[in-house]
């Protein structure tokens, strides 16, 4: 069975960091594209970043550019999200989640791209 258990969220002030991991197992994750997730008080989960199974390409939305940052350690089977410069609106809950087989990369910001999640880490701005 797929298992993702995300870790490392918290609660921190404006302008400060974080660092999500996400330790994967039962599914070939080598060869399968990643991304995380989130979801913030009464909205839609949407999609924050994704990376290609080798980890060179990325993708990330509009909102987190340059201030999130999206790797992967094949080797472990560990995906990391290192997020810096937080904003109030940066609060949700955020998942790591894997990819439908028949997925699209360009759609990789989009939650329909996605079969697999775990149960989510929280993270808080104030």
């Known amino acids: 069975d797929v298992q993702l258990v995300e870790s490392g969220g918290g609660s921190v002030q404006s302008g400060g960091s974080l660092r999500l991991s996400c330790a994967a197992s039962?599914?070939?994750?080598?060869?399968?594209?990643m991304g995380w997730l989130r979801q913030a008080p009464g909205k839609a989960r949407e999609g924050v970043a994704a990376?290609?199974?080798?980890?060179?390409?990325?993708l990330y939305r509009d909102t987190v550019q340059g201030r999130f940052t999206i790797s992967r350690d094949n080797k472990n089977n560990t995906l990391t999200l290192r997020m810096r410069n937080l904003k109030p609106d940066d609060t949700g809950m955020y998942y790591c989640?894997?990819?439908?087989?028949?997925?699209?990369?360009?759609?990789?910001?989009?939650?329909?791209?996605?079969?697999?999640w775990g149960q989510g880490t929280q993270v808080t701005v104030s």
């Open positions: 989640a894997s990819t439908k087989p028949d997925h699209k990369w360009v759609m990789m910001l989009t939650t329909s791209e996605y079969n697999n």
């Open positions: 039962g599914f070939a994750f080598s060869s399968t594209d």
């Open positions: 990376i290609s199974a080798g980890g060179g390409s990325v």
